[in-house]
């Protein structure tokens, strides 16, 4: 049944759309075009996290096919993704960590849509890193979109939006990695950082598959 599913919808890239073949989920072209050459992984600080990185900028193909993750079931698109950031994380932070856990989208979306597509991300890293994770945190509210709020409205629009959901011992004293998809101006990242912190995690690092280039 496989064999003829292929057959009849051939996997293509996640990126450009191209017929894919063997186990490849970026083809050749957009490997070297989009994730080796043009998209570097990106470092910032944030207030409550300790550093944060990206794997790729958001824009383009790869902001097309994070919105096929987000919006469009491409549950698939999960792994490809992660193991960019896998790269950024050995590249651009190499820290030690204990952890993996996930920025986490809130319960009317997740019954929606009937995934999370960050937690989608930390499983497979947890798979690629050897790392383990779990569900630390839950939002507590519903937010306003971020897109088109200024910093300080995205900080007061996430404030108090987060909290553990899981024993003060799950994270107290861990060097956690926090993920998410997207990377705007971290105030997100921050918020669950300072959740975490509060519970006792040690360290925190975001990363996350794109960062809008206004965060440089």
């Given at each position: 049944?496989?064999?003829?599913?292929?057959?009849?919808?051939?996997?293509?890239?996640?990126?450009?759309?191209?017929?894919?073949?063997?186990?490849?989920?970026?083809?050749?072209?957009?490997?070297?075009?989009?994730?080796?050459?043009?998209?570097?992984?990106?470092?910032?600080?944030?207030?409550?996290?300790?550093?944060?990185a990206a794997g790729l900028w958001y824009e383009g193909d790869v902001r097309r096919a994070i919105h096929g993750l987000k919006?469009?079931?491409?549950?698939?698109?999960?792994?490809?993704?992660?193991?960019?950031?896998?790269?950024?994380?050995?590249?651009?932070?190499?820290?030690?960590?204990?952890?993996?856990?996930?920025?986490?989208?809130?319960?009317?979306?997740?019954?929606?849509?009937?995934?999370?597509?960050?937690?989608?991300?930390?499983?497979?890293?947890?798979?690629?890193?050897?790392?383990?994770?779990?569900?630390?945190?839950?939002?507590?509210?519903?937010?306003?979109?971020?897109?088109?709020?200024?910093?300080?409205?995205?900080?007061?629009?996430?404030?108090?939006a987060y909290r553990l959901c899981c024993g003060r011992e799950a994270v107290a004293g861990r060097r956690i990695l926090l993920?998410?998809?997207?990377?705007?101006?971290?105030?997100?990242?921050?918020?669950?950082?300072?959740?975490?912190?509060?519970?006792?995690?040690?360290?925190?690092?975001?990363?996350?598959?794109?960062?809008?280039?206004?965060?440089?």
């Open positions: 049944m496989n064999a003829l599913l292929e057959l009849l919808f051939p996997p293509k890239c996640m990126l450009c759309g191209s017929p894919l073949g063997g186990d490849e989920e970026v083809c050749g072209l957009c490997r070297q075009r989009v994730l080796l050459n043009t998209a570097p992984p990106l470092v910032t600080a944030g207030a409550f996290f300790d550093k944060a919006y469009r079931e491409k549950q698939s698109y999960a792994r490809p993704l992660a193991r960019v950031m896998a790269y950024a994380w050995e590249h651009k932070l190499g820290e030690g960590c204990d952890l993996i856990t996930y920025v986490p989208t809130n319960r009317s979306t997740l019954r929606r849509r009937g995934y999370d597509q960050a937690q989608l991300l930390a499983r497979e890293l947890s798979g690629l890193l050897d790392i383990p994770w779990t569900a630390a945190l839950e939002k507590t509210r519903e937010t306003a979109p971020m897109h088109g709020l200024k910093p300080d409205a995205r900080r007061a629009n996430v404030l108090g993920v998410d998809d997207i990377l705007t101006t971290g105030s997100t990242l921050s918020e669950c950082a300072r959740t975490l912190k509060a519970a006792g995690a040690a360290q925190v690092w975001g990363l996350c598959a794109a960062a809008a280039k206004k965060t440089s």
